[in-house]
């Protein structure tokens, strides 16, 4: 994934696109210290696709928000239930006129 750019969740069937209340992103920090400064969670802005059972939602804008790395992708419901289902990306910079970064 890359920032500012758009893409697709698929959602289990047996739940609504309707019900869905929150998509975010969290960092798992190291476990190498007592305290990780590392450790956050970004709410991602999502819509739902005309198509069934599928969200497009919107990267991070940039590195402040959320510094390149590996996040797991988390849905949640409007009653707080978290899907069943997570998902492990990779965020990472694009650069001029080379491969990515990050």
Do not use: W
């Not at 920032?3 to 047996?14: C, E, N, Q, S």
């Not at 969290?26 to 969670?41: E, N």
């Not at 959320?66 to 990779?90: Q, S, W």
Request: charged share 25%; with cysteine.
């Amino acid at each position: 994934m890359y920032y500012t750019t758009r893409f697709d969740v698929f959602i289990d069937p047996a739940v609504s696109v309707a019900n869905i209340g929150d998509v975010g992103l969290l960092r798992l920090g190291a476990m190498t210290r007592s305290f990780d400064q590392d450790v956050r969670i970004v709410d991602l802005d999502f819509v739902p696709k005309p198509t069934p059972n599928k969200l497009r939602v919107s990267a991070p804008s940039d590195g402040n928000l959320a510094p390149p790395g590996y996040y797991v992708l988390f849905v949640v419901t409007d009653t707080d239930l978290p899907c069943e289902h997570r998902c492990r990306v990779n965020i990472r910079r694009r650069i001029k006129g080379g491969a990515p970064r990050g």
